[in-house]
Structures are given as C-alpha cells and as structure tokens.
C-alpha cells in the first residue's frame, strides 16, 4: 500500500478501492457488498447514509434488502475493530440510518502537475455511476496527452491537505436535479486558485457515449491548457520558440540550473546582440548570464580579483533589478532575475524569494525552478525543505544528466551546511566520479568541498590541491564562499559550508592563505 490516495485513519489503512485493509502489518478483506457499502461511507464523510440510499450503492452488486445493510455494517464494525456503543468509525443514526465518523490522519502527501477533485452532490440523490468512470477517464487522458514525466492524479474523497504539492487542480462538480445529470469542470493554478479554464459537460444519462465524448472534448481542453504553460515557462533565453516541448523544457531546465559553459563561449555574440537591441529583456539576461559564467566557470583557482567580481556584480544587480517590471509576465525570465539577485548576495533574498513565488503561481513548477527554490530554501536555514526540492529534482532528472549531477551537488551542500555528515556521506557517494560534463577544477572543488575535515583527502584530490600552491589554494577559499557560503544567513551554517576545505588548505600551506574576508564572512568558529 502506501499509496497517495489509500485513506488513513490511525493505524487503519484503506486501500483507495476499499477491496482491502492494513492494521498493524496486518490484511483485512471485505467481501464485495462489504466494500461497496464501505466506499458509500467513506466517500461521503459525516454525511447521514439512509438504509435506502446504502441499499441502492450495493443494488448493483447483488440483491439485498433493507434488512441486510443493518447486518452488513455490523460485520464491517467487526472487522474494522469498531463498536456500535462507542464507534470510532460508524456510527449509528437511530431509525434513519449510519455515519462515516472515522477521522482521517494525514497519508502520503500528493505531489502532482494535476489533481482532479471530484464532488456529488447533494448527497440524497443518487448520481449516475457512469460519473466516477468518467473521472478515471478524464484522468488517464490527461495523463496521456501530456507525456512528460507528471503525475495525473484523482483526489479521492475530493479532499486535499496543505502538505500536498500541486500544480493545478481540475475541479469537478457532479449535480442532480429532476433526474438531470450537471457536471461542471474547473481548472485552477495553484497556489495562486487562479481559474484557467472552465467547461459545462453535456452529460445524457440516456446516451452512453456522451460520456466518453465529454471526457474528450475536457480533456483535450484541459491538456492544451498545460501544455501552453509549459510553452510559457520555457519561453526566454534564446530558446527557439518553434522547437518541440520536450526539447524547449530541457533546455529551459539546463540553461538555468548550472553554469552552462555556452554563456561564456556566447560572450561576444551576446554583445553584439545587445548593441544592435538595448531593450530587449530576453538579450539582457542571456548577457547577465555570461557575466555570471565568468564568475563561477573561471575556475576555482583562477585569480578573478574581488574589484572584478564586484564590478561584474554591480553590473548584473543593475540589469536585473531594472528589468524586473519587463519580465513580470515570463516565468523563466522571473526565475532568472532571482537566480541572480540570490547569487550576487547584496539584500535581495527576500525580493528572490517574492519573484520566485509569483513565477511558480504562474506556470508549471518545472524542473528550472527547484534549484532556485531550494537554494532560498537552505539560505535561510531551512534544510530539511531544501533537501526535500532538491530530491524531486534528482527523481525526476536523467540520471548522469548536468541538472541531475546539479541537484546532487546542491544536496550536498544543504546537508553540509547543516552539519549532517551522516546524511551527505549517504548522498555523495560517487558524486565525484561524474564524467566528462563537469571541468576537472570543478569535480574537484566538489570533492574538496565535501571532504571532512578530520579524514584525508583522497590521494587524487590531495594531489590536485597540493597542484594548486598557495595563491590557488587561497583562490579556491574565495571560490568557495561567493559561490556557496556566503548566502547562508546562519554563521554556523556557513562555517560548516568551509571548515573542511579550509582545513586542508591550512594543512598544507598554512593559515596565512585564506584571506581576512572569507574568515570574517564565516566567523570565528573557522578562524580557529
């Protein structure tokens, strides 16, 4: 079990079909006029189910009678552990009939591009069972028109919990009246509830096949709908624009997420680009991501000075931030002005954090977004939040991919700065034996990064940074920090970020070469 939709009450777990139960390790069975009458209960929650309306759910099963839902709810409070003087589960309403009172405690959280909430009511009609096909069906054809690595899921019981993670909720909203089938169908971005798209169906109770035909018309709706999201989150950053989804999002999920190389190697291009159009936004990033390049694929022992890392700052602080209003209404340009204003660390976590949020209300969370997300995350020290992004995006990157190897690295390093070495021992294994996508200085760095302070190196990292000699050594300090330590608000945390590179270092060559500014930024925790 452990499924997204089973249904938890304590130590009861319901399969999502109510075909089974778990308590305790244990399997319980229900017969098949047990579990229809269970999914009448449990479907409709603190609702009074009169004999006549539990009658007709199972009618379709066998043939019972009135009599026999009295001794059908007896044998499930059987097997269910429940009491008919005490109910935890089902109680009893004298002379009309019975209630689902068994409170539900939290499951699995769903973490989905879409989940489709359905509703019947009100609850004394009976709605055509043809409606819940039309669910599942809505559900698989969705799942099918989009096709690219999410989950389409239905939110059974139409209930959904805070701790979920959803991108968008498609509602549906099934009524009766004078024996007339209304079904309604919403779709909602979340977390910002905006309605996207909205449909009436045209249901026949006396024509089958306008059920099927309804879930057609909805869901090719609903998946053009998506799929211009995902058009829209890919859009910027020179991607062309008439190349095929797939490719446009793994560009989008690339170009972002790393230090591409291509931002150097486009220098001169990108200049040239800007001369010929100053006001174009897109232009304008793509050449603050070249100057971003230049600060973090220099290499850890280049000897990229501080005035020339700050003027290279100055500049992309002034672009991005005067872009801002521009870009508003382009998520990938909104999440590449917070990537920067987060990166260059001169007070604008807050203003990151803001545009971040507005980026994601308003498209697909893709996988651009979670290295951002859990860097803002981990900044303010909240690194079990920070681990928990950045293991969506190892689940759901190609394994030995940059974006995978990224995510892994900034694992690492939430779990650094949170002074879990179990926890990253666990996480970079083989995280250095990543093949040819990543410099040599780089894989390095990452292994000098991780490496604690109290073990030797190993041999082909002692001799890399034995390489280096003291300037390169003290090159790589500086590296470390602007690139990943000097985010942290917590001290503490910043001082674990560095402690084991610098102590290395100052095994080697001493103390004297890790400058005042970096023990200053950490503390006087790393100084001793």
Same mark, same amino acid.
């Given at each position: 079990?452990?499924?997204?939709?089973?249904?938890?009450?304590?130590?009861?777990?319901?399969?999502?079909?109510?075909?089974?139960?778990?308590?305790?390790?244990?399997?319980?069975?229900?017969?098949?006029?047990?579990?229809?009458?269970?999914?009448?209960?449990?479907?409709?929650?603190?609702?009074?189910?009169?004999?006549?309306?539990?009658?007709?759910?199972?009618?379709?099963?066998?043939?019972?009678?009135?009599?026999?839902?009295?001794?059908?709810?007896?044998?499930?409070?059987?097997?269910?552990?429940?009491?008919?003087?005490?109910?935890?589960?089902?109680?009893?309403?004298?002379?009309?009939?019975?209630?689902?009172?068994?409170?539900?405690?939290?499951?699995?959280?769903?973490?989905?591009?879409?989940?489709?909430?359905?509703?019947?009511?009100?609850?004394?009609?009976?709605?055509?069972?043809?409606?819940?096909?039309?669910?599942?069906?809505?559900?698989?054809?969705?799942?099918?028109?989009?096709?690219?690595?999410?989950?389409?899921?239905?939110?059974?019981?139409?209930?959904?919990?805070?701790?979920?993670?959803?991108?968008?909720?498609?509602?549906?909203?099934?009524?009766?009246?004078?024996?007339?089938?209304?079904?309604?169908?919403?779709?909602?971005?979340?977390? @910002?509830?905006?309605?996207?798209?909205?449909?009436?169906?045209?249901?026949?109770?006396?024509?089958?096949?306008?059920?099927?035909?309804?879930?057609?018309?909805?869901?090719?709706?609903?998946?053009?709908?998506?799929?211009?999201?995902?058009?829209?989150? @890919?859009?910027?950053?020179?991607?062309?624009?008439?190349?095929?989804?797939?490719?446009?999002?793994?560009?989008?999920?690339?170009?972002?997420?790393?230090?591409?190389?291509?931002?150097?190697?486009?220098?001169?291009?990108?200049?040239?680009?800007?001369?010929?159009?100053?006001?174009?936004?897109?232009?304008?990033?793509?050449?603050?991501?070249?100057?971003?390049?230049?600060?973090?694929?220099?290499?850890?022992?280049?000897?990229?000075?501080?005035?020339?890392?700050?003027?290279?700052?100055?500049?992309?602080?002034?672009?991005?931030?005067?872009?801002?209003?521009?870009?508003?209404?382009?998520?990938?340009?909104?999440?590449?002005?917070?990537?920067?204003?987060?990166?260059?660390?001169?007070?604008?976590?807050?203003?990151?954090?803001?545009?971040?949020?507005?980026?994601?209300?308003?498209?697909?969370?893709?996988?651009?977004?979670?290295?951002?997300?859990?860097?803002?995350?981990?900044?303010?020290?909240?690194?079990?939040?920070?681990?928990?992004?950045?293991?969506?995006?190892?689940?759901?990157?190609?394994?030995?991919?940059?974006?995978?190897?990224?995510?892994?690295?900034?694992?690492?390093?939430?779990?650094?700065?949170?002074?879990?070495?179990?926890?990253?021992?666990?996480?970079?294994?083989?995280?250095?034996?990543?093949?040819?996508?990543?410099?040599?200085?780089?894989?390095?760095?990452?292994?000098?990064?991780?490496?604690?302070?109290?073990?030797?190196?190993?041999? @082909?990292?002692?001799?890399?940074?034995?390489?280096?000699?003291?300037?390169?050594?003290?090159?790589?300090?500086?590296?470390?920090?602007?690139?990943?330590?000097?985010?942290?608000?917590?001290?503490?945390?910043?001082?674990?970020?560095?402690?084991?590179?610098?102590?290395?270092?100052?095994?080697?060559?001493?103390?004297?070469?890790? @400058?005042?500014?970096?023990?200053?930024?950490?503390?006087?925790?790393?100084?001793?």
């Amino acid at each position: 079990m452990d499924s997204a939709h089973d249904l938890h009450f304590g130590d009861l777990v319901l399969d999502e079909t109510c075909l089974f139960a778990v308590r305790n390790g244990k399997t319980i069975q229900f017969t098949r006029n047990e579990r229809a009458l269970l999914r009448a209960l449990t479907r409709n929650p603190h609702r009074l189910m009169r004999r006549g309306r539990l009658l007709d759910e199972i009618a379709s099963e066998s043939d019972v009678s009135d009599r026999n839902i009295d001794f059908l709810v007896n044998r499930l409070r059987t097997k269910l552990g429940d009491s008919a003087k005490s109910p935890t589960y089902i109680a009893t309403q004298y002379g009309e009939g019975y209630v689902w009172i068994g409170a539900p405690s939290p499951g699995k959280p769903m973490d989905a591009l879409l989940a489709i909430r359905p509703t019947f009511g009100p609850q004394d009609r009976r709605i055509d069972p043809r409606a819940s096909l039309l669910v599942g069906e809505l559900r698989d054809m969705i799942a099918a028109g989009i096709d690219v690595g999410h989950n389409v899921v239905v939110a059974e019981n139409g209930g959904l919990a805070a701790t979920d993670q959803l991108r968008h909720v498609l509602q549906l909203n099934f009524h009766v009246d004078n024996d007339r089938l209304n079904c309604s169908a919403t779709l909602r971005d979340m977390p @910002s509830k905006r309605i996207v798209r909205a449909f009436r169906l045209e249901l026949d109770t006396a024509d089958a096949t306008s059920f099927t035909r309804e879930a057609i018309r909805v869901s090719n709706g609903i998946v053009e709908t998506l799929r211009q999201a995902f058009t829209d989150a @890919s859009t910027g950053l020179g991607i062309p624009i008439d190349e095929p989804l797939e490719m446009r999002l793994h560009k989008a999920s690339t170009l972002l997420s790393a230090s591409n190389p291509q931002w150097l190697a486009r220098g001169e291009q990108l200049s040239k680009e800007r001369e010929q159009d100053p006001l174009n936004p897109d232009i304008a990033l793509q050449w603050c991501m070249h100057l971003f390049a230049r600060l973090v694929m220099t290499g850890p022992s280049g000897a990229l000075s501080l005035e020339e890392r700050d003027c290279i700052e100055d500049e992309i602080e002034a672009i991005a931030l005067g872009l801002l209003p521009a870009v508003e209404g382009t998520p990938l340009l909104m999440l590449t002005c917070a990537k920067l204003l987060y990166f260059i660390n001169r007070g604008h976590l807050e203003l990151a954090e803001d545009i971040v949020e507005r980026a994601c209300a308003r498209t697909e969370d893709y996988a651009v977004a979670l290295p951002i997300m859990g860097q803002l995350r981990y900044a303010r020290g909240r690194f079990d939040e920070a681990v928990g992004v950045f293991d969506r995006g190892i689940a759901m990157a190609e394994l030995g991919a940059a974006f995978h190897l990224h995510m892994r690295v900034l694992k690492c390093i939430a779990l650094l700065a949170a002074g879990d070495r179990t926890a990253l021992d666990a996480a970079a294994v083989d995280i250095t034996n990543i093949g040819p996508q990543c410099p040599p200085d780089i894989a390095s760095m990452i292994g000098w990064t991780i490496a604690a302070a109290d073990r030797a190196l190993p041999a @082909s990292l002692e001799q890399a940074l034995a390489a280096l000699g003291p300037a390169g050594a003290g090159h790589a300090v500086e590296y470390l920090y602007f690139t990943s330590a000097r985010h942290l608000i917590s001290k503490q945390a910043r001082t674990n970020v560095m402690r084991g590179l610098i102590a290395h270092v100052t095994r080697l060559y001493g103390g004297h070469v890790v @400058s005042g500014l970096v023990l200053r930024g950490i503390g006087l925790v790393a100084a001793a």
